[in-house]
């Protein structure tokens, strides 16, 4: 499974609407409205980084309103628990 988290910035007022397109796309299994430099994030999973590419370059920019994106691909995925477990050597 590849993760990827992909930052988006859409034209003033259209977050709402980009945010509704983006969960409505296979492969992407949440999307945030967040405060900062970017307007939304969107969290992809997908089996290949060939549908990575087309998700992204293929349907996701293509998405009326949406500006500009930047995706970062995850390397490995971290939980609260895998956390506790890896601070809790040893006990």
Known sequence: MVTAIVLINTEQGRALEVAQ?????????????????????????????????????????????????????AFRAFSQRDLEAMWDIGN
């Open 21 to 73: 397109a983006l969960i409505d796309l296979p492969g992407i299994s949440e999307a945030y409205s967040v405060a900062g430099p970017h307007d939304l994030v969107a969290i992809a999973r997908v089996r290949h980084h060939e549908e990575l590419a087309d998700l992204v370059a293929g349907r996701i920019q293509k998405i009326p309103g949406i500006e500009s994106t930047n995706t970062l691909i």
